[in-house]
């Protein structure tokens, strides 16, 4: 069991500014904020939810240059925060821009 793969599209609903890690890789944090309908059990459901998100590298850079509002689709593996925090941060492999808000 190693499969840890998310894919989503939603809007940036909240931005952090673009920041470095001690390495010197571009870093943006980022949120998420995803609405759809979903089938669950056979019925239809609307579902909302903010991920929090993370970006490293070149597109952090791109990203920093977008705003909150615009619409995105993104895919990347779930992590913990930090090592003494249950709580999860989606760290994306790709980032696209759909449509500028």
């Known amino acids: 069991m190693e499969r840890n793969q998310v894919v989503l599209t939603g809007v940036i609903a909240e931005m952090d500014a ?3 890690t001690p390495a010197g890789l571009p870093l943006m944090a980022f949120r998420i904020g995803h609405m759809s309908e979903q089938t669950e059990a056979g019925f239809k459901r609307k579902v909302e939810c903010e991920v929090p998100a993370i970006v490293m590298g070149d597109p952090a850079q791109t990203v920093a240059g977008w705003k909150t ?3 995105v689709k993104v895919e990347g593996f779930l992590a913990r925060k930090s090592l003494h925090s ?5 760290h994306l492999n790709r980032i696209e821009l ?3 808000g």
């Open 69 to 71: 509002g615009d619409s």
């Open 86 to 90: 249950q709580q999860l941060v989606l």
């Open 98 to 100: 759909i449509e500028r």
């Open 18 to 20: 673009l920041r470095y």
